[in-house]
């Protein structure tokens, strides 16, 4: 069975008002070191296509019609064989 | 009787207890900032609703880390009286003082309208002078206020009378109806096993005067204020 | 973005800056722009910022009165309300932004209008939100009502400032375009009220709040340009909202402005740093130099004219008396906000700007702000009028089952309950909310005082459409009869004016009639304008929106007990109607839903009147024994009639009521004759109203009594008979069942 993972994130120009505030706050709790946090939305889906090239081209068209919203957002994805 | 109205980055329901404390019940409080790491002199502390740190990454998450959380975590350890209101209660949550957590509303929207909560233990400082059984006429001011727990935690919750507020219908019923957001078991609020820390979703110090609708939320007051506390 | 390396008339064009304005430019700078000076020139004279086509009009509009403390040209108007107190407010339009991004686009609205009322001094207490979509059952509509809802109730819930009320109307004109108008109002000590002026050579210029990215760049200018199919893929501008952030300046600006620092003070909204900082500049007969290299950036590779014309969310500029620096500062640092000296108030009024050593851009700054263009654009009458006017009603059919008629209007979006949108917004905070969302106005309570405050916002597109001018009116009259309802004296307006590409001459003849017909309502009402907003350009594909102003009104009840809703509260109370019910079915909600036309003349408005009828209505809830007012408009009477039965679900209260007039029955129940109000009385107040009536001359007409789970309506011909239980549930459940 095919496995999508996709991760969708602000694009990196427009602001991210919940990473900066998780940044500052790792900061005040002694972990300086972070530079940058960007926070998004990680998602699992199960395929019924068997075909990893053609799950490749839907799985992109789910992302650009729903998953994520072009506008301000960026994507990626892989697709893995899971164990069914 | 002094009460203490903490002021996280982001609260906004602050001014709306001290409203409720300066000219309805006409008490002695103060605001506390979260930077500070005392809360000598105060005999009550409130966590009132908001948006602490915008509630980015979860509510809560990142005010429980605020230097005064130390402190209220002490005071309540001592049997301080605690009431964590809305935003307030996801707080606690996260600090653990109380046990739960708040989800999102199962209608996936904020809802601010009026509900009816039954007073399901009087045995609480802040309920011990409602009547048994008492149905509040309050506001709710939430997106994520539905309440959860693991079956263990919800067991120990019942057994040991934790459970202090149900939604319910104006006549007390415990309807789906009436549940404005999913809760389990209807929960609206409860209480630690010490019964000091209270948590409730619900508005009191929106729902104190009749001018705006319902003074149904003093009795959350009133019973602090009603003398020395049997402990 | 790379500096191009020269200003090439192409270039000139695709700024939107036309060759004779250019000529100005030149004239204005004795030689050629830079391209930082061009993109500065190219905000400020845009027509957003500029107000190019519609000066000459919004002059005529009267701006005094008696408690007017600060009219148009600031942030925000502001009027005193005694005891000490003032409160400011101010409607905005985020339509364009709204339709590329709907959810970002509202709360961005939101953001920005709240930011106009604390630069004043006030705390912001109240939004109203009024709304246009198309029709919710289109994909793309109901796509951009879920997105504009949804970032309405995330920003304004999470900032801390209820939604007490607000408008949503839904048409195929706003099919694409949809209107997103927001309205905050303030409340203030009558003397700390803070202007955005910079004044006092050599003091210091302070930015504050989020860093300055490439977010919204141009954004003013898109405002000035109709959509096409290529709108869409200018989305890179969008801005995004940090209400966490706004909640922190909004309490760190009231405390820097209860210390005695503060000069100045404006938000950076729509042009950011190059509007607030000329505007500030201009205003206080000064000039400002910044130091661009000083500015806070969130990202890398910025050039100059990036980060003059970023629209950035939550940022502030403030001019604060030398030597104060340091506390301001501190202040700042206490909420975890960015303070950065970025400047200093000069004596030579230029806007000089510095990258570091270098000048990038030297502008007098009242060129740049109140020298702009102004356009006696050409005006002609639209052909279509001549068709809708002359549209014959007379031999309209009449539907056969006036009761299901009755149940279809109150069902259609436009009237059904709002509930499902409002309670997704916090509308209690700050325990002032005496009246909730859903009556006429919104009623709160000023605290420290015996007052109260109601507000509305109103605009019929369709009328305007139909009228321009006596659409205007309407909108003003409405308005004001709405608070009327609710208990208060109309004190003031702020207006959002919504209409299409002005270089064409029929929407510009749109734009003055309405204007004129407000001004004209507000001279008869009493109701100054205090400032607002125009948006022009809303077209997609060359159609325009139906020209659609929104008025915001506010009233002031003198004491906090006459505040009125407009349901129903007591069995055997008396129904009055006052005013006139005339066969007018023109631009009425009922010749859309049931007929599906959009034509004739929008119901006749008689100010004099109009005047006479509030001035009743305000007379009898102030004598005490009223216990419901209502007025008459969507749907007419019958439906007014229904909405004042909506009262607790299951302690229904209906009425058995007689309506007079000679006419066909459809006119007599939904036609929408201006200036009515429907009154519930206690029955030994019925003949102290007969008596107010009469000394204003008003028709005053008993309709029957208040009582039962029923509301029965008779009149010549016809007679219907509906259980309140299925009036709540049309009602109730209209909205809900559009969205499904």
């Given at each position: 069975m095919?496995e999508?993972?996709i991760?969708?994130?602000l694009?990196?120009?427009?602001?991210?008002p919940?990473?900066?505030?998780?940044?500052s706050?790792?900061?005040?709790?002694?972990?300086?070191?972070?530079t940058?946090?960007?926070?998004?939305?990680?998602?699992l889906l199960r395929?019924?296509?068997?075909?990893?090239?053609?799950a490749?081209?839907?799985?992109d068209e789910m992302?650009?019609?729903?998953?994520?919203?072009?506008?301000i957002?960026?994507y990626?994805?892989?697709?893995?064989?899971v164990?069914? | 009787m002094?009460?203490?109205?903490?002021?996280?980055?982001?609260?906004?329901?602050?001014?709306?207890?001290?409203?409720?404390?300066?000219?309805?019940?006409?008490?002695?409080?103060?605001?506390?900032w979260h930077?500070?790491?005392?809360?000598?002199?105060?005999?009550?502390?409130?966590?009132?609703?908001?948006?602490?740190?915008g509630?980015y990454?979860?509510c809560?998450?990142?005010?429980?880390?605020?230097p005064?959380?130390?402190?209220?975590?002490?005071?309540?350890?001592?049997?301080?009286?605690?009431?964590?209101s809305?935003?307030g209660?996801?707080?606690?949550?996260e600090?653990?003082?109380?046990?739960?957590?708040?989800?999102?509303?199962?209608?996936?929207?904020?809802?601010?309208?009026?509900v009816?909560?039954?007073?399901?233990r009087?045995?609480?400082?802040?309920?011990?002078t409602?009547?048994?059984g008492?149905?509040?006429k309050?506001?709710i001011?939430?997106?994520?206020?539905?309440y959860?727990?693991?079956p263990q935690?919800?067991?120990?919750l019942?057994?040991n009378?934790?459970?202090?507020?149900?939604?319910?219908?104006?006549?007390?019923?415990?309807?789906?109806?009436?549940?404005?957001?999913?809760?389990?078991?209807?929960?609206?609020?409860i209480c630690?096993e010490?019964?000091?820390?209270l948590?409730?979703?619900?508005?009191?110090?929106?729902?104190?005067?009749?001018l705006?609708?319902?003074?149904?939320?003093?009795?959350?007051?009133?019973?602090?204020?009603?003398?020395?506390?049997?402990? | 973005?790379?500096?191009?390396?020269?200003?090439?008339?192409d270039?000139?064009?695709?700024?939107?800056?036309?060759?004779?304005?250019?000529?100005?430019?030149r004239?204005?700078?004795?030689?050629?722009?830079?391209?930082?000076?061009?993109?500065i020139f190219s905000?400020?004279?845009?027509?957003?910022?500029?107000?190019?086509?519609?000066?000459v009009?919004?002059a005529?509009?009267?701006?005094?009165?008696?408690?007017?403390?600060?009219?148009?040209?600031?942030?925000?108007?502001?009027?005193?309300?005694?005891?000490g107190?003032?409160?400011?407010?101010?409607?905005?339009?985020h339509?364009?932004?709204?339709?590329i991004?709907?959810?970002?686009?509202?709360?961005?609205?939101?953001?920005?209008?709240?930011?106009?009322?604390?630069?004043?001094?006030?705390?912001?207490?109240?939004?109203?939100?009024?709304?246009?979509?198309?029709?919710?059952?289109?994909?793309?509509?109901?796509?951009?009502a879920?997105?504009?809802?949804a970032?309405?109730?995330a920003?304004?819930?999470?900032?801390g400032?209820p939604?007490?009320?607000g408008?949503?109307?839904?048409?195929?004109?706003?099919?694409?375009?949809?209107?997103?108008?927001?309205?905050?109002l303030?409340?203030?000590p009558?003397?700390?009220?803070?202007?955005?002026?910079?004044?006092?050579?050599g003091?210091?210029?302070i930015?504050?709040?989020?860093?300055?990215?490439?977010?919204?760049?141009h954004?003013?200018?898109?405002?000035s340009?109709?959509?096409?199919e290529g709108?869409?893929?200018?989305?890179p501008?969008?801005?995004?909202?940090?209400?966490f952030?706004e909640?922190?300046?909004?309490?760190?600006?009231?405390?820097?402005?209860?210390t005695?620092a503060?000069v100045?003070?404006?938000?950076?909204?729509?042009?950011?740093?190059t509007?607030?900082?000329?505007?500030?500049?201009?205003?206080?007969g000064?000039g400002?130099?910044?130091?661009?290299a000083?500015?806070?950036?969130?990202?890398?590779?910025?050039?100059?004219?990036e980060?003059?014309?970023?629209?950035?969310?939550?940022?502030?500029?403030?001019?604060?008396?030398?030597?104060?620096?340091?506390?301001v500062?501190?202040?700042f640092?206490?909420?975890?906000?960015?303070?950065v000296?970025?400047?200093?108030?000069?004596?030579?009024?230029l806007?000089?700007?510095?990258?570091?050593?270098r000048?990038?851009?030297?502008?007098?700054?009242?060129?740049?702000?109140?020298?702009?263009?102004?356009?006696?654009?050409?005006v002609?009458?639209?052909?279509y009028?001549?068709?809708?006017?002359q549209?014959?009603l007379?031999?309209?059919s009449?539907?056969?089952k006036?009761?299901?008629?009755?149940?279809?209007?109150?069902?259609?979006?436009n009237?059904?309950?709002?509930?499902?949108v409002?309670?997704?917004?916090?509308h209690m905070?700050?325990c002032?909310?005496?009246?909730?969302?859903?009556?006429?106005?919104?009623?709160?309570?000023?605290?420290g005082?015996?007052?109260?405050?109601?507000?509305a916002?109103d605009?019929?597109?369709?009328y305007?459409?139909?009228?321009?001018?006596e659409?205007?009116?309407?909108?003003v009259?409405?308005?004001a009869?709405?608070?009327?309802?609710a208990?208060?004296?109309p004190?003031?307006?702020?207006?959002?004016?919504?209409?299409?590409n002005?270089?064409?001459?029929?929407i510009?003849?749109?734009?003055?009639?309405?204007?004129?017909?407000?001004?004209?309502?507000?001279?008869a009402?009493?109701?100054?304008?205090?400032?607002?907003n125009?948006?022009?350009?809303?077209?997609t594909?060359?159609?325009?929106?139906?020209?659609?102003?929104?008025?915001?009104m506010?009233?002031?009840?003198e004491?906090?007990a006459?505040?009125?809703?407009?349901?129903?509260k007591a069995?055997?109370?008396?129904?009055f109607?006052?005013?006139?019910?005339r066969?007018?079915?023109?631009g009425?909600?009922?010749l859309?839903v049931?007929?599906?036309?959009?034509?004739g003349?929008?119901?006749?408005?008689?100010?004099?009147?109009?005047?006479?009828?509030?001035?009743?209505?305000?007379?009898?809830?102030?004598?005490?024994?009223?216990?419901?007012?209502h007025?008459?408009?969507?749907?007419?009477l019958?439906?007014?009639l229904?909405?004042?039965?909506?009262?607790?679900?299951?302690?229904?209260?209906?009425a058995?009521?007689?309506?007079?007039g000679?006419?066909?029955?459809?006119?007599?129940?939904f036609g929408?004759?201006?200036?009515?109000i429907?009154?519930?009385?206690?029955?030994?107040?019925?003949?102290?109203?007969?008596?107010?009536?009469?000394?204003?001359?008003?028709?005053?007409?008993e309709?029957?009594?208040?009582?039962?789970?029923?509301?029965?309506l008779?009149?010549q011909g016809?007679s219907?008979?509906?259980?309140?239980?299925?009036?709540h549930?049309?009602?109730?459940?209209?909205?809900?069942?559009?969205?499904?």
């Amino acid at each position: 069975m095919l496995e999508a993972q996709i991760h969708v994130t602000l694009k990196k120009s427009v602001l991210d008002p919940q990473g900066d505030t998780v940044r500052s706050a790792l900061a005040t709790l002694g972990f300086p070191g972070v530079t940058d946090c960007r926070i998004g939305k990680f998602m699992l889906l199960r395929l019924a296509e068997q075909d990893p090239a053609k799950a490749k081209t839907q799985v992109d068209e789910m992302c650009r019609k729903l998953l994520a919203n072009p506008v301000i957002e960026d994507y990626v994805f892989r697709i893995t064989e899971v164990a069914g | 009787m002094k009460w203490g109205v903490l002021i996280f980055p982001g609260t906004w329901s602050h001014q709306d207890f001290a409203h409720v404390f300066q000219d309805v019940l006409q008490v002695e409080w103060g605001y506390l900032w979260h930077k500070e790491t005392s809360v000598a002199g105060y005999d009550c502390l409130i966590l009132p609703g908001g948006f602490a740190h915008g509630d980015y990454l979860r509510c809560g998450a990142i005010a429980r880390f605020s230097p005064i959380m130390d402190a209220v975590v002490r005071f309540a350890r001592n049997g301080g009286p605690v009431m964590g209101s809305c935003n307030g209660f996801q707080i606690l949550c996260e600090a653990g003082l109380l046990p739960g957590a708040l989800l999102r509303n199962d209608s996936l929207q904020y809802r601010c309208r009026w509900v009816h909560i039954r007073t399901e233990r009087r045995d609480t400082p802040f309920t011990r002078t409602s009547r048994p059984g008492q149905v509040l006429k309050i506001p709710i001011s939430h997106g994520e206020g539905r309440y959860s727990a693991p079956p263990q935690t919800l067991a120990k919750l019942r057994s040991n009378g934790q459970i202090v507020f149900r939604y319910a219908t104006p006549d007390g019923q415990i309807t789906d109806e009436a549940n404005p957001n999913g809760s389990l078991e209807n929960i609206a609020g409860i209480c630690n096993e010490g019964r000091n820390v209270l948590g409730l979703m619900p508005h009191p110090e929106r729902a104190s005067e009749t001018l705006l609708g319902s003074e149904d939320g003093r009795v959350l007051f009133e019973g602090l204020l009603a003398g020395a506390l049997p402990r | 973005m790379h500096e191009p390396s020269a200003i090439t008339p192409d270039l000139v064009a695709q700024h939107g800056i036309t060759p004779e304005e250019y000529a100005r430019i030149r004239t204005i700078l004795g030689r050629d722009p830079n391209f930082t000076e061009l993109g500065i020139f190219s905000v400020m004279w845009s027509e957003h910022c500029s107000y190019k086509s519609s000066r000459v009009y919004l002059a005529e509009l009267p701006t005094r009165g008696d408690c007017i403390l600060q009219g148009p040209g600031e942030n925000a108007g502001v009027v005193d309300i005694g005891d000490g107190l003032a409160i400011v407010f101010k409607m905005e339009s985020h339509n364009h932004p709204s339709f590329i991004e709907p959810f970002q686009g509202a709360a961005t609205g939101v953001g920005g209008i709240i930011r106009d009322i604390f630069t004043m001094g006030a705390r912001p207490i109240a939004l109203l939100d009024p709304l246009r979509f198309g029709p919710l059952t289109k994909g793309k509509s109901r796509y951009l009502a879920d997105g504009v809802v949804a970032g309405i109730a995330a920003y304004g819930n999470a900032v801390g400032v209820p939604t007490v009320g607000g408008e949503l109307c839904v048409s195929e004109t706003y099919a694409g375009n949809p209107l997103v108008n927001v309205f905050c109002l303030g409340i203030a000590p009558t003397n700390r009220i803070f202007l955005a002026r910079a004044s006092g050579e050599g003091n210091p210029v302070i930015y504050v709040g989020a860093k300055t990215g490439r977010d919204g760049i141009h954004g003013a200018t898109m405002a000035s340009e109709t959509f096409d199919e290529g709108s869409e893929e200018r989305r890179p501008t969008v801005q995004v909202g940090d209400p966490f952030k706004e909640k922190l300046l909004i309490e760190a600006c009231l405390e820097v402005m209860e210390t005695d620092a503060l000069v100045g003070i404006q938000d950076m909204g729509a042009a950011g740093l190059t509007c607030s900082s000329c505007e500030m500049a201009s205003r206080g007969g000064t000039g400002i130099e910044i130091d661009l290299a000083r500015v806070p950036r969130r990202e890398t590779g910025m050039i100059p004219y990036e980060v003059m014309l970023s629209e950035s969310q939550e940022r502030m500029l403030l001019v604060v008396r030398r030597g104060t620096e340091r506390q301001v500062m501190d202040l700042f640092h206490k909420w975890d906000l960015d303070a950065v000296i970025v400047g200093r108030v000069t004596g030579d009024g230029l806007l000089r700007v510095k990258d570091g050593e270098r000048v990038v851009a030297e502008i007098p700054a009242v060129a740049l702000a109140e020298e702009g263009p102004v356009y006696h654009r050409p005006v002609r009458r639209p052909a279509y009028l001549t068709e809708t006017e002359q549209a014959d009603l007379s031999g309209l059919s009449l539907p056969e089952k006036l009761d299901q008629v009755l149940l279809d209007l109150l069902g259609s979006p436009n009237i059904a309950s709002k509930q499902p949108v409002w309670q997704q917004y916090d509308h209690m905070l700050f325990c002032n909310t005496v009246v909730e969302p859903g009556s006429d106005a919104a009623v709160l309570r000023v605290q420290g005082t015996r007052k109260g405050l109601a507000l509305a916002a109103d605009g019929n597109g369709r009328y305007t459409y139909l009228d321009p001018y006596e659409g205007g009116k309407l909108a003003v009259a409405e308005a004001a009869r709405n608070v009327v309802c609710a208990g208060a004296r109309p004190l003031a307006i702020t207006n959002c004016l919504n209409f299409g590409n002005p270089e064409r001459p029929e929407i510009m003849w749109q734009f003055a009639e309405a204007v004129r017909g407000m001004g004209d309502a507000c001279r008869a009402l009493q109701t100054p304008v205090t400032g607002g907003n125009v948006s022009f350009y809303n077209e997609t594909l060359g159609t325009a929106i139906f020209p659609t102003p929104i008025v915001g009104m506010v009233g002031l009840l003198e004491d906090i007990a006459h505040a009125t809703t407009q349901r129903f509260k007591a069995q055997g109370d008396v129904v009055f109607l006052l005013g006139e019910t005339r066969e007018e079915l023109g631009g009425s909600e009922y010749l859309k839903v049931v007929h599906g036309l959009e034509v004739g003349r929008p119901p006749a408005l008689d100010l004099t009147r109009e005047r006479a009828v509030q001035q009743v209505c305000l007379e009898v809830i102030r004598a005490g024994g009223v216990s419901s007012a209502h007025d008459c408009a969507d749907g007419g009477l019958a439906v007014a009639l229904a909405e004042c039965c909506m009262t607790t679900p299951k302690a229904w209260l209906g009425a058995t009521l007689t309506l007079p007039g000679e006419m066909r029955p459809d006119a007599l129940l939904f036609g929408e004759s201006a200036s009515r109000i429907v009154v519930s009385v206690r029955p030994d107040k019925t003949e102290s109203v007969r008596a107010m009536a009469r000394r204003h001359g008003v028709p005053c007409v008993e309709l029957g009594m208040v009582g039962g789970d029923h509301l029965m309506l008779r009149g010549q011909g016809f007679s219907l008979r509906l259980s309140v239980e299925a009036i709540h549930w049309a009602w109730g459940t209209g909205l809900s069942r559009a969205l499904k």
